[in-house]
């Protein structure tokens, strides 16, 4: 399928799905810290609308650097006190890397052996990890028709739904994936570490499966299974699901796409906008919403991926250069900076990286996702040094605050768009967000 860039540039002004009691916002995945979904949620509450949330369940024991894991669970009832809305009590780990094949084994147990002296050369005993893929899928889908069974006795019958996937990532919980992963955005001079040499690996291979099972295949059963739960729902039935890939940004007041690289998950969220597509043709209200980066406890890994973030204050300086948030977004961001550092010096210094041309040379929307080059990932990390240390407190950065913004613009925007056009594919930028947050 093609990738064709639709992007939401205003904030709709048609009326949101959930505009009361009786509508429900159905969480499709666990709601952790501050991220994309929160801002949703936050939006949905104010219309009083009905939350409810589902869980992943837990495993009880073992090590996730020795892949002795306990059997998937629901929550007890002490873990359900802590979530603050209703929640669907049925186990939706997604992936397979904890699913023991007919062996015994699982996919962490096979990485036992696997060193970083030998990563590149070790083979994967494919025919017994696709069986735990299968075994896996087997399980979330049956566990999917169960969440749509408790679902259909939760939801006001006339009112509307909108069902948020959530579910992204992957990562097989091994420590030799995860330093592998972590020299490839984090490698410079001689700990570089190119990303295409992992993904050309067996490794790389599992791990992209891996990828896709989480971020795609779980939207993919989710919208599969809800073919009964429409049928029989008399109100209106939309679905959402977080994507990425790259974002329109202001460089030199121009309005310009960009991306983080190297993003491995990027196939994945191509996969997860394919089945939108796929299934938006059926009829189904189903949109993926590509969000602008932010910067959250899960993305901090990939230093650099918060660069984008600072163009949204250029943003609301050219859109809404008088408007009180854009005065008081500029006030407070000058004031986080050490003494002697110039806001206007440290934007155009972001604009002089985004548009540097080792970083541009990979940045094109039709070939997106690509690999790093150690050129590219070095000035990224250096940038990224560099925009930090100007800080007064680290814990105290102007992204956190810009990373807020988003959440909230992009669940007021989302809430406001789901299921009112044929989009299975959407592009939120920096533009939006200002026309939201005024």
Same mark, same amino acid.
């Given at each position: 399928?093609?990738?064709?860039?639709?992007?939401?540039?205003?904030? +709709?002004?048609?009326?949101?799905?959930?505009?009361?009691?009786?509508?429900?916002?159905?969480?499709?995945?666990?709601?952790?810290?501050?991220?994309?979904?929160?801002?949703?949620?936050?939006?949905?509450?104010?219309?009083?609308? #009905?939350?409810?949330?589902?869980?992943?369940?837990?495993?009880?024991?073992?090590?996730?650097?020795?892949?002795?894991?306990?059997?998937?669970?629901?929550?007890?009832?002490?873990?359900?006190?802590?979530? +603050?809305?209703?929640?669907?009590?049925?186990?939706?780990?997604?992936?397979?890397?904890?699913?023991?094949?007919?062996?015994?084994?699982?996919?962490?147990?096979?990485?036992?052996?696997?060193?970083?002296?030998?990563?590149?050369? $070790?083979?994967?005993?494919?025919?017994?990890?696709?069986?735990?893929?299968?075994?896996?899928?087997?399980?979330?889908?049956?566990?999917?028709?169960?969440?749509?069974?408790?679902?259909?006795?939760?939801?006001? +019958?006339?009112?509307?739904?909108?069902?948020?996937?959530?579910?992204?990532?992957?990562?097989?919980?091994?420590?030799?994936?995860?330093?592998?992963?972590?020299?490839?955005?984090?490698?410079?001079?001689?700990?570089?570490?190119?990303?295409?040499?992992?993904?050309?690996? *067996?490794?790389?291979?599992?791990?992209?499966?891996?990828?896709?099972?989480?971020?795609?295949?779980?939207?993919?059963?989710?919208?599969?299974?809800?073919?009964?739960?429409?049928?029989?729902?008399?109100?209106?039935?939309?679905?959402?699901?977080?994507? %990425?890939?790259?974002?329109?940004?202001?460089?030199?007041?121009?309005?310009?796409?960009?991306?983080?690289?190297?993003?491995?998950?990027?196939?994945? /969220?191509?996969?997860?906008?394919? %089945? $939108? /597509?796929?299934?938006?043709?059926?009829?189904?209200?189903?949109?993926?919403?590509?969000? +602008?980066?932010?910067?959250?406890?899960?993305?901090?890994?990939?230093?650099?991926?918060?660069?984008?973030? %600072?163009?949204?204050?250029?943003?609301?300086?050219?859109?809404?250069?008088?408007?009180?948030?854009?005065?008081?977004?500029?006030?407070?961001?000058?004031?986080?900076?050490?003494?002697?550092?110039?806001?206007?010096?440290?934007?155009?210094?972001?604009? %002089?990286?985004?548009?540097?041309?080792?970083?541009?040379?990979?940045?094109?929307?039709?070939?997106?996702?690509?690999?790093?080059?150690?050129?590219?990932?070095?000035?990224?990390?250096?940038?990224?040094?560099?925009?930090?240390?100007?800080? #007064?407190?680290?814990?105290?950065?102007?992204?956190?605050?810009?990373?807020?913004?988003?959440?909230?613009?992009?669940?007021?925007?989302?809430? $406001?768009?789901?299921?009112?056009?044929?989009?299975?594919?959407?592009?939120?930028?920096? *533009?939006?967000?200002?026309?939201?947050?005024?």
């Amino acid at each position: 399928m093609n990738h064709d860039f639709v992007a939401v540039r205003k904030m +709709p002004n048609t009326p949101s799905l959930i505009k009361g009691p009786k509508d429900t916002l159905v969480l499709f995945g666990e709601l952790f810290q501050r991220g994309y979904a929160n801002g949703l949620v936050e939006q949905a509450q104010k219309q009083g609308a #009905k939350i409810i949330t589902a869980t992943v369940g837990r495993r009880d024991g073992g090590s996730s650097n020795e892949g002795n894991f306990g059997e998937l669970r629901p929550l007890t009832p002490q873990e359900l006190a802590l979530i +603050p809305f209703e929640c669907i009590n049925v186990p939706l780990e997604a992936g397979f890397d904890r699913e023991a094949a007919s062996d015994g084994l699982n996919v962490l147990d096979r990485l036992k052996n696997v060193k970083l002296s030998n990563w590149d050369s $070790a083979l994967m005993d494919w025919p017994l990890i696709e069986e735990s893929q299968k075994l896996a899928k087997l399980r979330f889908r049956n566990n999917v028709k169960l969440f749509f069974n408790e679902l259909s006795n939760k939801v006001n +019958p006339e009112g509307n739904v909108i069902i948020s996937h959530l579910m992204a990532g992957g990562v097989p919980r091994h420590k030799i994936v995860l330093a592998l992963l972590s020299r490839t955005v984090k490698g410079v001079g001689e700990k570089y570490f190119s990303s295409q040499k992992l993904w050309e690996s *067996d490794l790389g291979k599992l791990i992209a499966r891996n990828f896709l099972e989480v971020t795609a295949e779980t939207f993919n059963i989710l919208l599969q299974e809800a073919d009964g739960f429409i049928k029989n729902h008399k109100g209106k039935v939309a679905f959402t699901a977080y994507g %990425y890939h790259g974002t329109e940004v202001f460089i030199e007041n121009k309005l310009t796409w960009q991306s983080y690289t190297p993003y491995l998950q990027g196939w994945a /969220k191509i996969a997860l906008e394919n %089945y $939108a /597509k796929e299934h938006a043709q059926k009829g189904l209200a189903c949109t993926v919403y590509n969000c +602008p980066e932010i910067l959250t406890q899960s993305s901090s890994i990939f230093q650099g991926v918060e660069i984008p973030l %600072y163009p949204l204050l250029n943003a609301f300086k050219l859109l809404a250069p008088t408007s009180k948030t854009t005065l008081q977004l500029w006030q407070s961001s000058q004031g986080k900076l050490k003494d002697g550092v110039n806001l206007d010096e440290l934007l155009k210094t972001c604009d %002089y990286v985004l548009q540097d041309k080792d970083i541009k040379e990979l940045n094109y929307f039709d070939l997106w996702p690509q690999h790093s080059s150690a050129k590219q990932l070095e000035k990224i990390l250096v940038a990224s040094d560099a925009m930090l240390s100007a800080h #007064k407190d680290f814990k105290d950065v102007m992204t956190n605050d810009l990373s807020e913004i988003i959440f909230q613009a992009t669940g007021k925007v989302i809430l $406001a768009h789901a299921g009112q056009a044929n989009q299975p594919v959407v592009c939120l930028g920096h *533009d939006v967000v200002v026309d939201a947050s005024l």
